[in-house]
């Protein structure tokens, strides 16, 4: 069929193979109804023909005279005429022909076998004559007493297929006609619509680009999703089914029916946007960072869909943690230097003006609020990295008119370095957040809890407005990498914080205070 041609070509032969079988088939079921039709009228017509032979009172009279055959001549040839048989015969009970309308046949016998005017009944069917398949009726002549004299068989020849044909008359011709060329346009007009949807490509040529297409889009390092309008998930690849957790038999279900974190399913379920399309939205699962982008796909004018394109970003939020820890090492610098360089300039002052007792007492102050303040985290904390990210965040928290205290009932071991780093960002994180909603308000106070009797739980308390219990688990779960005024405050940083906290096994919720304001906590098994 068309073999190396184009896919349109194949369709065009195709949908003419379909039309001639369409149409083969309504000439056999024409064909099987005319002859259907030819048993049922013809064959009642040869029992009535061959009745009124039966019933004429010179055949009864002269059926087995010795000249019959000469005698009842007319009465065949008539009993023909008037009916359009062929053949028209009078036989004895046992077959043997004694008048016929075709002299030749005098005296040959005729099969009665499968007929039952032998029986005293009149009989119409199939019947061969001379080799020849006929319809045929038959009629007994019968005695008084019942007993088969003689038996008139009138038969014809069936008709040959054309003949069947044209019998059905010229409507069936333009039928078929008028089918088999509205048939043969419609599939022409098909085929070039195909051709133009296909470029002309061949079948081989697109399963060529379906291949290719598969792979390019399962080789591409990033992660693909695509998603129609009614939230079902059209394509995905490899690298996508890697950073979701999910396997590729998602295609063709429902986003929110796969198992995805509600942070994405909510992303790739919301549509296309300005935002989105603009930015990079980052979204934090279990176990990974992910940064987000999305694209409104589009065909012939109209939405399809989107198209989301994803990256693993973890090392880099880790690298992130990392800095931040330095960046807290580098504002507890700063700020203890801000500090030192104001009580530096009153000593120098106070010197000058020859106050020695002011200068002593202002020494001995200071020493005392710094010896407080290191007593007040030393004699819980014993990790001396904690230690001092504690005592620097308190410094920094003054400055911003927050009071930063730990409990009393708060305690910490010496930790692993690489888990002290660790808490550090924890830490870190939730303080710099708490500080930032807890300016302004009228307590300003942040209280950090720190206990490793089981396991190794973190709270932080703020002051602040709270958070809002229908965005308790987006808070720690989506930000935007380009602008710093995201839910949650401070972008990643919650992120990272269930980031970590799920690297060691451990979770993270947000409460309201029992004082107002928000309290994170922290649980950490490893």
Known sequence: MLRGGSLAGRFLVFQLLVVAVVLIAVAAVSVAQSTREFRDVRGQRMIAVAENVASTPIVRDRYDDPFAAQVLAPEVDRAVALSGAELAEITDPAGYVRVSSDPARVGQRLDLSTTRADEGRAWSGDTDVDGTHRLA???????????????????????????????????????????????????????RRINRDTRGLDIAEIASLADHREALLHSIREGVVAVNNDGVITVI??????????????????????????????????????RADDSDVVITTRTRVLALNRRAARSQG???????????????????????????????????????????????????LGEFDAVRDLIGTLTRRRAEINQAVTQHVSDPAVAALLIAKTSLAAESGVTLALTDDSHLSA??????????????????????????SAAAQVKV???????????????????????????????????????????IGLALVRLVTAQHGGGVEVADAPGGGAVFMVRLHA
């Open 137 to 191: 009726g038959q009629v007994p002549i019968l005695a008084a007493d019942g007993v088969v004299l003689a038996i008139v068989s009138v038969s014809e020849r069936y008709p040959s297929l054309w003949e069947l044909l044209g019998g059905a008359g010229e409507r069936l011709v333009i039928y078929l006609g008028l089918g088999a060329t509205l048939g043969m346009l419609a599939s022409w007009l098909l085929s």
């Open 237 to 274: 690849n490899d690298s996508a089914s890697d950073l979701l957790g999910i396997s590729a038999d998602a295609v063709g279900r429902r986003a929110d029916a796969v198992g995805l974190e509600p942070a994405v399913v909510a992303f790739l379920l919301s549509g296309g946007g300005t």
């Open 302 to 352: 109209r939405s399809i869909g989107t198209v989301t394109t994803m990256r693993d970003s973890t090392e880099l939020a880790a690298l992130q943690a990392q800095l931040s820890s330095h960046r807290s090492v580098t504002d507890t610098l700063r700020a203890q230097t801000h500090e030192f360089s104001n009580q530096l300039h009153t000593i120098s002052g106070l010197v000058q």
């Open 415 to 440: 930790l692993d370095p690489a888990l002290a780093t660790d808490v550090i960002t924890l830490l870190g994180n939730l303080i710099d957040n708490a500080v930032d909603v807890s300016v302004g």
């Open 449 to 491: 809890r720190i206990d490793d009797s089981s396991g190794l739980f973190l709270s932080v308390s703020d002051s602040g407005p709270g958070v809002p219990e229908h965005l308790r688990e987006t808070i720690f779960s989506r930000g935007v990498t380009s602008k710093a005024d995201v839910p949650g405050g401070r972008g």
